[in-house]
């Protein structure tokens, strides 16, 4: 069974950072290019990062670019968003999505909430 | 960036009956086009994708049509569990992977 379980979230002050990880398993992580969505709370989901298989190719959001930087490490099937000079603009889910290939999400995990205040 | 909407922004349905939402792109996606369900509390779900092609375990009773800038997702009898959030994604040209704002099914 496909498994992706984000952890890391929680509350951060401006202008500081956090780091996202989803552990995936059920599949061969390596194989499959991944992404991050994000959601603040009762609004729409919006794309942030891309990164692909071997972790070669990363592309980002203008809202994040500069800010957040995507990685992983296929030795531990895991994906990581790594969150600097956060704003409250920040606060959302944020779900790890699995990539078949076509840049479409055809399995999300659970989501992990970063919620940013002073 | 592409962008796309949604509408109507909320559409009332009785149960049993058919909910046709649309979705509308601002360039040419071909048939680049997504659709997700999403319910409270929950991470979106992949319905259809190629526009018309259903997604592993999606029931018939879902059916997307379109290309280039018009597409539409009909249920056609809807289930107690389809009242949910339903997104449209373009993923024609990208960076950035670009959604509509959703469509919110709700018991008439």
């Known amino acids: 069974e496909v498994q992706l379980v984000e952890s890391g979230g929680g509350f951060v002050h401006p202008g500081g950072s956090f780091r996202l990880s989803c552990a995936a398993s059920?599949?061969?992580?390596?194989?499959?290019?991944m992404h991050w969505v994000r959601q603040a709370p009762g609004k729409g989901l919006e794309w942030i990062s891309y990164?692909?298989?071997?972790?070669?190719?990363?592309y980002y959001a203008d809202s994040v670019k500069g800010r957040f930087t995507i990685s992983r490490d296929n030795a531990k099937n895991s994906l990581f968003l790594q969150m600097d000079s956060l704003g409250v603009e920040d606060t959302a889910f944020y779900y790890c999505?699995?990539?078949?290939?076509?840049?479409?999400?055809?399995?999300w995990g659970q989501g992990a909430l970063v919620t940013v205040s002073s | 960036e592409i962008m796309m909407t949604q509408s109507p922004a909320t559409l009332s349905v009785s149960p049993g009956g058919r909910a046709t939402l649309s979705c509308r792109a601002s360039q040419f996606v071909s048939n680049n086009l997504a659709w997700y369900q999403q319910k409270p509390g929950q991470p979106p779900r992949l319905l259809i994708y190629g526009a018309s092609t259903r997604a592993t375990d999606i029931p018939a009773r879902f059916s997307g049509s379109g290309s280039g800038t018009d597409f539409t997702l009909t249920i056609s009898s809807l289930q107690s569990e389809d009242f949910a959030i339903y997104y449209c994604?373009?993923?024609?040209?990208?960076?950035?992977?670009?959604f509509g704002g959703g469509t919110k099914v709700e018991i008439e």
């Open positions: 990164i692909s298989s071997t972790g070669g190719t990363k």
């Open positions: 994604q373009q993923y024609n040209v990208w960076p950035p992977l670009t």
């Open positions: 059920g599949f061969t992580f390596g194989t499959y290019e």
């Open positions: 999505a699995r990539d078949p290939g076509a840049a479409i999400f055809d399995f």
